[in-house]
């Protein structure tokens, strides 16, 4: 089954409907520190079990890509606070801090160069005004015109061309469910409008799929290259070669047997890290050991990654669990 799911947009909503406020009870913190909800992980579980095909996002957030949804399968249309892209070589960057930093709304440049090819780097936030990606709208009209089901999640559906997605799907023969507290648009084409809260209609989905829904980790993938005597050290999307900058800084020590040998301090830079380390004669008694330090928006501890100083290159997936403090690595 190819199903396809919009979901959608919180804080467009509100800036595409100027009276409309935020309950004054309504508790916010920012987008890096937020935890997927429920919803969120209800969809990494489906897509892991091959039901959930694409999701076509109208929220900026990033919250897809953190709870662990696949890059592949995901459409961020108004962009992802947390990425930014060379208009030149079309190189992306994620980072694990907001990319914004430009006052005029119309003003994407970041002060980033990209480390390809040198050229200023741009935002990728979508304001009013603006097109839309364009390789990210063709990829989702294409999904929507083989979807057998659309379920959409949030969106208002007044926000063109984004509401013409779940038509597609209606007018190809799919069948299109809508959850949403008021009705929208699109209510006559859909074999279902639920007017319920995102997570409620998901946990009842989940239920009624007898498919539990998972527990929220923060998952990070890490390259690490021996060559040389120089260690590469850079944090990858899960599922693409994308640089993703996880680290504030990072401690490079080289030990043999319990004495230290090396000790890089404190290294601060932009990713890949790439250090050279000088010992006369290297010998396979000694170890690698990387101090990770993070932009802690978790409260995140220091991780530290032990491995043969040899030439070689290792990719290493660490799983945190913001209930518990702890880290495990896979």
Request: glycine residues 4%; charged residues 20%.
């Amino acid at each position: 089954m190819n199903t396809i799911l919009p979901t959608g947009p919180g804080v467009w909503e509100l800036r595409d409907h100027p009276g409309a406020k935020r309950s004054p009870t309504t508790r916010t913190t920012t987008s890096t520190k937020a935890i997927p909800s429920a919803t969120h992980m209800a969809l990494v579980e489906l897509a892991r079990r091959n039901l959930l095909h694409f999701v076509v996002s109208q929220n900026t957030d990033g919250l897809h890509l953190r709870s662990g949804l696949p890059s592949i399968m995901l459409a961020e249309l108004h962009g992802n606070s947390n990425l930014e892209t060379c208009q030149k070589c079309h190189t992306k960057y994620l980072r694990d801090f907001r990319t914004r930093t430009a006052a005029a709304v119309h003003d994407h440049a970041t002060n980033r160069k990209c480390t390809q090819c040198g050229s200023t780097l741009y935002d990728s936030i979508i304001n009013f005004g603006e097109s839309l990606p364009k390789h990210e709208l063709k990829t989702s009209f294409d999904h929507a015109r083989q979807a057998d089901v659309c379920l959409v999640l949030g969106s208002s559906l007044r926000v063109t061309p984004a509401a013409h997605i779940p038509m597609i799907v209606a007018q190809h023969g799919g069948k299109l469910a809508i959850g949403n507290l008021q009705s929208t648009p699109l209510a006559s084409l859909a074999k279902l409008n639920i007017h319920a809260m995102c997570d409620d209609l998901m946990r009842k989905l989940m239920e009624k799929l007898n498919i539990s829904i998972p527990e929220w980790e923060l998952h990070r993938r890490i390259r690490i290259t021996i060559k040389q005597q120089t260690v590469s050290i850079i944090g990858l999307d899960l599922n693409q070669d994308i640089a993703y900058t996880l680290f504030s800084t990072v401690r490079i020590l080289i030990k043999q047997n319990t004495q230290t040998i090396y000790d890089s301090k404190l290294i601060k830079g932009e990713e890949p890290i790439e250090h050279k380390i000088h010992i006369n004669q290297p010998n396979e008694n000694m170890n690698l050991y990387i101090e990770l330090n993070w932009q802690e928006h978790y409260n995140e501890p220091m991780y530290t990654i032990n491995i043969p100083f040899v030439d070689s290159m290792k990719e290493i997936h660490l799983f945190y669990n913001p209930k518990t403090g702890s880290w495990r690595e896979e």
